[in-house]
């Protein structure tokens, strides 16, 4: 296992962190997966075994259950990893029961590491925007948690890169803890990431930390254009997230290429691929199967050429979009840099 330093802070993660979404199963979350306590030591274990440090895992999944399980098998090895958790999502019936706000976050806050039980949460993320509450409200009680040593570091997920950006802005004038991370959905069948947010994070040192990298199992080699799958995979009953089929097939046939290659799984070197990239911490798996966590393990072993990181680009490449075209024309600030209209369109 490789480690990379998150953000511009002094710890480093695993390349792979295990997702803890499949643990316990109610709810929205039974089509996720419904592991028990001992598969879910198993998974954990194995992960710890292969030297992952890094397990994430948020108070809404299956309300509470995958906080707990994931505590309890870590056990006694708690200090040596880093545990991530999120807030944001609805705990209860109450119209404080959701959210952002102050009263909301401290309560959860607790109630995740009584949970998890733990002393400190290293990573607490806010699970998405919250439309109604002040920012500069949220990342005051987010401070505030890191002030009183409940919290290490704080991160996003699932946001805009205006709204990141704009975080960072209020948490400098007001001398707020920053986020240092954003948990956001990046696959080689789901590049909008690249648009706006990578380009941030670069910029401004922020760790990228993908969700669904397989998007939602489409891209474990189980799903044909003939329509053949595996039927126990999580698509047949919760079809998350969107896929461009038409183009995915088409990124699978690249895939199956270069995995027959390596002789490797396609689901190694849709991780791979992941990995390659350069803004890239650590890419968030998840199995309900000690043999899919295996296999996914595996893909830190995998070193795609340069020839293949090309194919695997050119046939899961974002349409080119405005101002991106008009930029890449506007080129001409270095000697030998200018490049016209038709250049351009050829590529």
Known sequence: MNYRRLANTGIYLSELCLGAMTFGGTGLFQAIGTLGQSDADALVHRSLDAGINFFDTANVYSTGQSEEMLG??????????????????????????????RVHIMRQCDDSLRRLNTDYIDLYQIHGHDPVTAIEETLGALSDLVQAGKVRYIGCSNLTA??????????????????????????????????????????????????????????SGKFTRNGETDPTARRVTFDFPPVNRVLGYDIIDVMREVADAHDVSVAQIALAWLLAQAAVTSVIIGAKRLDQLDDNLRSVEVTLTGDELERLNAVSALPVEYPTWMQAMQTDREPGTTRDWEEFTKK
């Not at 098998?73 to 999502?89: H, I, M, N, P, Y």
């Not at 990141?164 to 920053?178: I, N, P």
């Open 162 to 219: 205006w709204q990141l950006m704009k975080s960072l802005g209020v948490s400098r004038q007001h001398g707020l803890a920053e986020f240092i991370s954003t948990q956001s959905y990046y696959s080689i069948a789901g590049r909008e990431l690249e648009r706006e947010m990578i380009p941030l994070a670069q910029d401004q040192q922020i760790a990228v930390l993908p969700w669904s990298p397989l998007a939602g199992g489409f891209l």
């Open 72 to 101: 309890k098998a870590l056990g006694s090895r708690r200090q040596d990893v880093v545990v991530a958790t999120k807030v944001r999502g609805r705990m209860g019936e109450g119209p404080n029961e959701i959210g952002l706000s």
